[in-house]
């Protein structure tokens, strides 16, 4: 590894500083010897870092995946090639700034950057905007020095003229080839200055006119909804300034080729930010036919100011390109997510089967109640029992309560440990629904301490399901937060918390610091957030938590790094969740998608569906019961307990293996198939649904993806509604080109078989 210059030479450790002088030694040698380039280089598995000395380029490949980008003659950052992976001895010319477009658009503007501040001429997307106590606005950023180590890249840029300087941050997967973004802002000079924007990364890709963009929009109940639209010269701009991630857009992108008609083939670049607060994704096409997107903090109502000798860090951007189209990108995510991302990754636990008492009881809940939904929940095979809310302060209903988090004594006259010991006594682990960031102004805290929300001084604060935000950016806020969890946790034997937040935010203000800082909210109750969270996880760290927020209004690679598990929508309807969570695996796992299996006629819309149908629609992600088992027959019970057990016979497939949507419904409302296959490739399991059949037309036949060809599969129904001249056995090809018929018919018919891999190969 080679150093232009590195600034940071001196905090290194002793080894390190001899190692590095070793490795700049080596350098020296071989330019020495006469070689005509000399590549620094770091391997980590299959990921390889290069930096081409003569060229001044950077190289990463990893998995199918190469990212290319040079130092130029200005010492801008710029991209070169993102895409499949190139030969090993393929090389790039030294990189040559973008001629200007007449006097209108100078190369700053053209170029397309990995990196850039507002100054000079930029017209595009800046990643960086600071304002000076001078007023000075400009900044233009050079190339300083470059860091490898390992699968890591750090390169550091530095303002023109003012000690301003910005490590941008690289971390390669090796397994997936997805690259993590960030960057780091310093103030060496000798004032604050204020941050007025600043991006984790911009994404450049090849140049060209017939892309596609898809995202993720929705509301609270009807979350997850995949959006497709060509993208167009100017600017599509993805966000949220709820103060959280939201379900109106999710911080999640993919951009194909318009005409890519197949889920798994054509090429497809993605990305994702890991923020929990207000962010903002930009997808721009500049005059030039140059598309690239921008994400990191909303910048709507932003400014952090930076005291000199501080350091600011950006949230990540995750980004990966896909030669397998929208559907690899999307398996390409979910073995990320679980192997390098989620809690205990590479091997984070399986979802148990979970049994929430919300519906049966809702606020009314006490001691007898709740053990006997326990003993009805693990009759079922049920392994996790959570009890909603309802069990602290004064809680009877959503007007009161928030924030006292002690136990009811009239609900509880006991505590919690009677209810636990019984739970226990039945084979399940206990859980149980908090709602840490909020507070009832009907509430001991709040009366208390009503200075502790989010508010402007002398302003109306307006409440949202009767509510207020308390300030989680006030370090007050956040020991009481973290401090009333880890008594709940260290008083009682619980394994699991489901973690809620029921509104948006509104009146950000911060009274408490100078005007000057209080925009600091956006980004420092999210790194509370996060600190608390990571926190109860050392402490606790056989406790497993949740993130709920009124459905799926927060979900993204932030939240996901420190929860095992989310809640995708308050609507369980099965049929409508099939396209709830269509959409919501293009950016995220099943393997932490709560789907629970819920009374039918359901809140939602009156509609009335089988209980097999609402298991097997639950049973493509991360199984949960929710209905009031108080009103089920023996025959539901029956039902159930069989349910869950092919459950747990296919849960590792559904939840670890490579999901294949081989109809979906965003496309096709009267039909939804998915596929999901083992990482060993010894099962496969296939979800069909139907909602209604027209003038005896048969269901579509499916044709299975991600098998052996050359290995024989015994198929086995779920539920006995597989063609009757379906046979036992036969290869991966005959289920991949062939197919499978299975007989739906009616309204509302599902359907499930799996494919168990029988070893020799076809026709043995």
């Given amino acids: 590894m080679y150093e232009r210059h590195d600034p940071s030479f001196a905090s290194l450790s002793g080894k390190r500083q001899v190692r590095r002088i070793a490795q700049i030694c080596a350098f020296t040698l071989l330019v020495f010897l006469g070689l005509k380039t000399a590549t620094a280089r770091a391997e980590t598995g299959a990921a390889t870092i290069r930096f081409d000395v003569a060229t001044r380029v950077f190289r990463i490949d990893a998995a199918d995946t190469s990212y290319v980008f040079g130092v130029n003659e200005n010492q801008q950052l710029q991209s070169l090639y993102w895409g499949k992976r190139l030969g090993a001895n393929d090389s790039f010319p030294t990189a040559k700034a973008m001629p200007e477009s007449a006097a209108f658009d100078p ?13 000079v001429g930029l017209y595009v997307e800046p990643d960086l905007k600071i304002t000076f106590p001078d007023g000075n606005r400009d900044l233009v950023l050079k190339y300083v020095s470059h860091r490898i180590d390992g699968n890591q890249l750090d390169i550091v840029m530095k303002d023109i003229s003012r000690e301003v300087y910005v490590t941008l941050q690289y971390q390669v997967d090796a397994e997936t080839g997805i690259l993590r973004r960030s960057a780091e802002i310093e103030n060496r000079t000798d004032a604050p200055f204020t941050i007025e924007q600043v991006e984790a990364a911009t994404w450049n ?17 009807a979350e997850w909804n995949v959006q497709e639209q060509p993208v167009h010269p100017g600017k599509t701009v993805l966000e949220s300034r709820r103060g959280t991630t939201g379900a109106q857009n999710n911080p999640w992108f993919a951009i194909d080729h318009v005409g890519d008609s197949d889920q798994d083939s054509g090429e497809a670049w993605f990305g994702a930010l890991g923020w929990s607060g207000s962010w903002q994704l930009a997808v721009e096409q500049d005059q030039l036919q140059q598309v690239r997107v921008t994400g990191g903090f909303n910048p709507f109502d932003f400014g952090y100011r930076l005291q000199k000798g501080e350091h600011f860090q950006t949230p990540y951007f995750y980004g990966g390109y896909s030669s397998h189209g929208i559907g690899g990108a999307s398996r390409m995510m979910h073995r990320f997510e679980i192997d390098s991302l989620l809690p205990h990754a590479p091997t984070p636990k399986l979802r148990p089967v979970l ?5 049966a009881t809702e606020f009314r809940v006490d001691e007898a109640g709740q053990m006997a939904l326990a003993e009805k929940a ?5 392994e996790r029992f959570v009890m909603d809310d309802g069990w602290f302060g004064q809680r009877k209903d959503d007007h009161a309560g928030l924030g006292d988090w002690y136990v009811n004594p009239q609900k509880f006259p006991h505590g919690l440990k009677p209810l636990i010991d019984k739970v226990h006594s039945l084979g399940m682990d206990f859980g149980l629904w908090v709602e840490p960031e909020m507070v009832n102004p009907n509430s001991d805290l709040y009366r208390k301490h009503p200075d502790w929300v989010l508010n402007f001084s002398g302003r109306p604060r307006s409440e949202g399901r009767n509510q207020l935000v308390l300030n989680l950016a006030r370090p007050d806020v956040r020991a009481y937060v973290y401090g009333f969890l880890d008594k709940l946790l260290n008083e009682n034997d619980i394994a699991f918390l489901k973690w809620d937040y029921n509104r948006n935010w509104s009146e950000p203000g911060w009274p408490a610091v100078a005007p000057e800082d209080q925009k600091k909210v956006y980004v420092d109750f999210i790194r509370n957030l996060y600190s608390i969270l990571a926190e109860l996880r050392a402490k606790h760290p056989n406790v ?9 209004s927060r979900v993204d690679l932030g939240i996901m790094k420190l929860t095992d598990e989310v809640w995708p929508s308050d609507n369980t309807d099965a049929y409508d969740r099939l396209l709830i969570q269509d959409g919501f695996t293009y950016a995220y796992t099943p393997g932490i998608m709560m789907a629970w299996v819920t009374d039918s006629p359901t809140w939602v819309n009156n509609r009335t569906l089988s209980l097999e149908y609402r298991f097997l629609s639950s049973m493509q992600g991360s199984l949960g019961i929710g209905a009031n088992l108080n009103k089920w027959t023996p025959d539901d019970f029956a039902t159930a307990k069989k349910m869950v057990a092919q459950y747990k016979s296919i849960r590792e497939t559904v939840q670890r293996g490579s999901l294949y949507r081989l109809i979906t419904p965003e496309n096709n409302s009267e039909q939804s198939v998915t596929e999901s296959v083992s990482r060993d490739g010894k099962q496969a399991v296939a979800f069909a649904f139907l909602h209604s059949s027209r003038e005896r037309y048969p269901f579509p036949r499916i044709y299975l993806r991600g098998l052996d060809a050359n290995a024989n599969y015994r198929i086995a129904p779920l539920d006995g509604k597989l063609a009757k001249d379906t046979p036992a056995s036969a290869s991966g090809a005959y289920w991949m080109h062939r197919g499978v018929d299975v007989e739906l018919r009616g309204d509302f018919q599902a359907a499930a078989f799996t494919l168990e891999r029988t070893g020799g190969a076809a026709g043995n």
Avoid: K, M, Q
């Fill in 544 to 552: 497993e938590i949740e993130s709920c927020s009124g459905g799926g």
């Fill in 355 to 359: 049994y929430n008492s919300w519906e």
């Fill in 107 to 119: 190369p700053i503007t053209t170029t397309p950057h990995e990196f850039v501040g507002w100054g």
């Fill in 378 to 382: 693990a009759s079922l095979g049920v």
């Fill in 205 to 221: 890709l090849p140049r060209g006119t017939d892309y596609r963009l898809r995202y993720l929009t929705g509301r609270w109940a």
